[in-house]
């Protein structure tokens, strides 16, 4: 089996390191591979040569050379000469002696590692100490460019293998700079078509760190946010195109805290606590003159509830949804129902003595359109004693609350989603328990 190689001078550390604990007689190496014992024994003349200060700022390459089948002799030779005969004979006679005594230690290895040592030859670079460190030579960034169809420059930067570096710009059709950043890290610009600053912060390796800015192609600004590995931590703020407060938000670095949007003229629409970068709890809702939501909800729900308490037919449908829009299924029933209870309400056929209000309540929005869902318990007196029954109002406005529509919600899920323009999807309609009769005394 052949080892050929050609082998350079390794750091005066890394040779050290190898010799540490050894002497510079290769007989007494401790290997178990070929390739070590050959590397240790080519560093042991290295070494011996680094001891002799004699010489100084020389370098000679000397080729080594072994064939078992056609000789028991290890050959050395000057491949490159140092320029001093004296050193180049010493260079070789070490490294001659070092290899010969490399021989017999092969022969105690494993029979594969003696194979491997069978033939072997290596050009290797023998120094002095004080020979000058040579350069390594730092490859060159390489100009990358890309044109349009137009022949309009598109992208120009510089690559280092297949690393962007240095400085970037990416173009519109037209000429106008798109992109102006940096590689592996610092300030990027991003601009909107007309020229104006869309975007600037820091990127750090593609990470957003630090403060972010971003603005409306008027000019105004559109959005500040502070940024730590890439995640919004602190205050964050939207601004709409004439300078109006959108939204507001502070989260810690798990993504925890609040987030608030506002109506444009400056009244706070809605507020939630957010718990790893989601919505969660209960979120408040305002119309624009900065009411609650669900207290208006709840104000027009009492006063529902109240008209039918009061046989008040007329405030009764002001909150029933138009009858006179017909649909198949569901809403075809729900008008029958409705029928059934105003004709019982005008006949004084229906008693409901008082209708409360429970916690929780909810709100979803969808764009301008509120939906209620406000739990209640309606007492009822009959002959028997007082009925309690468990159900809920689902409400609707789409005027921001300034009129609002119910439905039972014990109607159940089919009549709410034929009934209401929108039903939300996270709404949840329980099943609700019989009523329960309290018997006179």
Known sequence: ??????????????????LAGC????????????????????????????????????????????????????QTKIKESSGSAEFDAFAKRELHHSVEA???????????????????????IMKTADYPVEPKIEPEPELVE?????????IRGYELG????????TFYEDGTLRYDEHYPAGIRKRFHENGQLAQEGYFDEGIEQGEFTDYHDNGSLRAKRNFKDGQIVGFAESYSEDGTLDQRANFDAQGNGTLQEFWPNGQLKWDTAVINGQPSGQQKYYDLEGQLMVAKALAAAKVFQQSI???????????????????????????????????????????????????????????EEYCAYLPMTITTQTAEGKIFRNSALVGYSADIGKTWKFVDASDGHDVIGAVLPITPSDLTIPKFAEPKIMARD
């Open 1 to 18: 089996m052949t080892f050929a190689k050609t082998v350079i001078f390794f750091p005066l550390i890394l040779a050290s390191l190898l």
């Open 23 to 74: 002497s510079q007689k290769s007989a007494q190496l401790e290997c178990e591979t070929f390739e070590r014992c050959y590397l240790l024994t080519l560093f042991a003349a290295q070494k011996s040569v680094l001891s002799h200060t004699e010489f100084s700022q020389l370098k000679v390459v000397v080729a080594v050379d072994y064939d078992a089948e056609k000789s028991t002799e290890v």
């Open 102 to 124: 490399l021989l017999p230690v092969l022969a105690t290895l494993p029979e594969e590692e003696q194979e491997k040592g069978e033939s072997f030859s290596t050009d290797f």
């Open 146 to 154: 890309k044109f349009y169809d137009n022949g309009q420059l598109k």
């Open 162 to 169: 297949i690393d962007r570096v240095g400085h970037w710009q």
């Open 309 to 367: 308490s009061d046989n008040d037919v007329d405030t009764f449908m002001r909150f029933i949804l138009d009858e006179e829009i017909m649909f198949e299924g569901a809403r075809v029933a729900y008008q029958r129902i409705i029928w059934q209870f105003t004709e019982k309400m005008k006949s004084g056929a229906f008693s409901q003595d008082l209708a409360t209000f429970t916690e929780p309540t909810q709100m979803f929005i969808d764009g």
